[in-house]
């Protein structure tokens, strides 16, 4: 029995989570939504008009019974009253004399009782009730309308009365309204699913143009509607998207294929050496082979190191920042360096703060200076200053200087210039990228100034306010 009760349960929490699942398409969302507040309008409206109905014709038969009532006292003031009266305008009427004993009455309510007990509080005045046990109408409620009659021989009191109407006038006119009302909900339905599907068949284009795109194949774009709404801000992000995407992807190729290039170059002399050395191990020097081998895996060792740090930079921008005094972390960098083929120079303004991870910067200075020493002729200069609400940091060196077509290029992966691999063979070409991409992990630039000779290097930061 606890087995069978386990089953059912979880069949039941299945069935449950599928009807959970089901998903509904736009269209037919906002169709059931349209018809469902069309609905709710349509109900209350036709509320309002059936309320308005039936207090109309509620008054309009008040109206009657008091007109019935002052018939009765204008034909039977200071005058005998027959036993019989006959009132067209009411279904009944009764004379009823100040002991509650009825006097006269008409055809329908003939041997009755009287219809009503309440009297007008004085002459002439009058009053009616809603009453839904009056003789002769049995599961019907009445509007009794009571008027003091001064009749010959005593005063009477007059009571006519008239069904009270239903709540819904009547079945005809109900009916048309929910007719109406089914016709208005048909309408709004066939209208919202066509207009809705009208709407999204831009969308609809965009998705299938979207679904022909691969990784290989990032040449098409979705197509923009003519009109400037909403859908089209939609399609020029889209198509925004996939340019970056595209030219991303570009830069990921050059970028695999420049790693490989560069990693396979040692790893190919290795191999060369250690095959010559196999061919004639006597005649082969093998410190030098393994000096040389060691050279090869020092360099792989740095390219590896630098793409790793650039991955890490690509995936992760959300390294924990603290308030920093450039100033500070200069002179602390530059009291770990050691003496380089030039002297290093400072001119650093204190309290320039930013918010920064203090590794990562460092990093981005310590490469700085070891390009600006490999370059320079006989100094290089550090400089921190606050300038426009940014924290500046600038590497300068009295070198050749880069030339201005150059100056974006060397911040791209791989990128080196001859001059750049005479002075550094063991380079790998991803400093300044790495640099580059610390700069803007902080929200930052780094960018290749004009000091007028040789080159400056600019980091330019957020200031803490």
């Known amino acids: 029995m606890k087995d069978l009760r386990r089953r059912v349960v979880h069949a039941g929490s299945r069935a449950g989570a599928r009807l959970r699942r089901v998903e509904w398409s736009i269209r037919a969302r906002m169709t059931m939504l349209a018809t469902l507040v069309t609905a709710v309008l349509s109900v209350f409206a036709v509320w309002l008009v059936l309320d308005h109905h039936h207090q109309h014709e509620t008054t309009h038969r008040i109206r009657h019974v008091y007109g019935a009532d002052l018939e009765m006292v204008h034909r039977f003031a200071h005058r005998r009253v027959p036993p019989v009266i006959d009132v067209e305008a009411v279904a009944a009427t009764q004379l009823v004399d100040r002991a509650g004993r009825v006097v006269s009455a008409s055809v329908r309510v003939i041997g009755q009782p009287r219809m009503a007990t309440f009297v007008p509080s004085r002459r002439p005045s009058a009053t009616d009730r809603r009453l839904c046990d009056v003789p002769g109408f049995p599961g019907r409620c009445m509007i009794v309308a009571a008027m003091w009659v001064p009749a010959l021989g005593g005063d009477l009191v007059a009571y006519s009365a008239l069904p009270d109407p239903l709540w819904y006038g009547s079945e005809a006119l109900l009916a048309q309204l929910l007719a109406a009302m089914a016709i208005l909900l048909v309408i709004v339905a066939v209208g919202t699913y066509q207009l809705v599907g009208r709407t999204l068949r831009p969308v ?262």
Request: proline letters at 5%; one cysteine or more.
């Open 204 to 465: 609809e284009a965009m998705t299938a143009e979207l679904a022909e795109i691969t990784a290989t194949d990032l040449g098409h774009r979705v197509p923009v509607p003519a009109h400037h709404d909403e859908i089209r801000y939609l399609a020029t992000v889209v198509n925004d998207t996939l340019e970056l995407l595209e030219a991303a992807l570009r830069r990921e190729r050059r970028f695999t294929a420049e790693a490989s290039h560069d990693l396979r170059t040692p790893i190919t002399g290795a191999i060369l050496r250690l095959e010559e050395a196999l061919l004639d191990p006597d005649a082969a020097d093998w410190p030098r082979m393994a000096k040389d081998l060691l050279s090869d895996v020092e360099r792989q060792q740095a390219i590896a190191e630098d793409i790793l740090t650039l991955a890490r930079l690509d995936a992760d921008r959300t390294a924990q920042h603290e308030h920093t005094d450039l100033a500070e972390l200069a002179r602390t960098e530059l009291r770990r360096r050691l003496p380089g083929r030039v002297p290093i120079r400072t001119d650093l303004q204190p309290g320039v703060v930013v918010s920064c991870d203090r590794l990562l910067i460092a990093r981005l200075l310590a490469n700085l200076l070891d390009n600006a020493q490999r370059h320079a002729a006989t100094a290089v200069t550090v400089a921190v200053r606050a300038e426009d609400g940014t924290g500046v940091m600038a590497v300068f060196d009295d070198g050749a200087g880069i030339a201005p077509e150059h100056r974006e290029i060397v911040f791209e992966r791989f990128a080196r210039l001859p001059e750049s691999r005479e002075r550094d063979p063991k380079g790998t070409g991803l400093g300044l990228a790495i640099c580059r991409e610390i700069a803007h992990a902080h929200r930052g630039t780094l960018t290749i100034e004009d000091p007028g000779q040789g080159t400056c290097l600019v980091l330019r930061m957020p200031l803490v306010n």
